[in-house]
């Protein structure tokens, strides 16, 4: 009897977890946020541990799966929605090198050192700090690296070519919200914006999907 119950809350249990996962979204498995990884931790261990209690039956199981899961789905929709939630759940990335310069406040901010640094680089096949331009450590703990010119694996040095400024792009709108603070570090304003916007008759800011600034480039935009 133990068997037919197990092998009946085994597959209940595969089969909602598949729809969890379908449901709410692809993310949860890479564990792209904080919040994702907590999810599919708390998912697994909900599973888990009902399978292997005898006092629990297959009611259960699909009751504490639902409610689990309509959190999640609620969670992320409301992310979807807003903004400030957006950030709160899934974290904002950490500049620690800009324009080859190690920022050391960045580094204790999120509680690394230089060696813990130097490991994720070796890691992302960069075993030299002065090889980096920009590096950001992502909300799931990875590195985004871009390298100075010289060291991309296409480098001006094969074509004798001289050496280019690095520029990260830099968003300042995003779904209709501006980024104020990024707008201010450019050295920038909002009458530069606007006439920045004009230029593809863009009058109102809500109207954009997302903006981005790259020097040497400009302005890329995508409306909604």
């Avoid at 950030?87 to 690394?112: Q, W, Y």
Wanted: net charge neutral.
């Amino acid at each position: 009897m133990k068997i037919m119950y197990l092998t009946i809350e085994l597959i209940v249990g595969f089969f909602f977890l598949f729809i969890i996962v379908k449901f709410v979204g692809k993310k949860i498995i890479n564990q792209i946020s904080p919040f994702t990884f907590i999810a599919a931790i708390v998912l697994g261990e909900l599973i888990g541990n009902a399978l292997y209690d005898h006092k629990i039956g297959v009611l259960y199981i699909i009751y504490s799966m639902c409610i689990w899961g309509g959190l999640l789905f609620f969670v992320e929709y409301l992310s979807q929605k807003f903004l400030a939630i957006r950030g709160l759940v899934e974290g904002k990335p950490s500049a620690l090198i800009k324009n080859g310069i190690v920022d050391r406040e960045a580094l204790k901010k999120n509680r690394m050192n230089l060696n813990q640094l130097q490991n994720l680089l070796r890691q992302s096949e960069t075993f030299s700090i002065r090889e980096v331009a920009f590096c950001y450590l992502e909300a799931n703990g990875s590195l985004s690296i871009l390298k100075k010119s010289k060291y991309q694996k296409t480098t001006q040095e094969d074509f004798n070519m001289p050496s280019q400024v690095v520029s990260v792009p830099i968003t300042l709108i995003r779904d209709g919200e501006v980024l104020w603070d990024e707008i201010i570090d450019l050295g920038f304003d909002e009458s530069w914006l606007k006439s920045q916007l004009n230029t593809y008759n863009i009058t109102d800011y809500k109207d954009v999907f997302i903006a981005e600034w790259l020097q040497g480039e400009g302005l890329f935009v995508q409306v909604i």
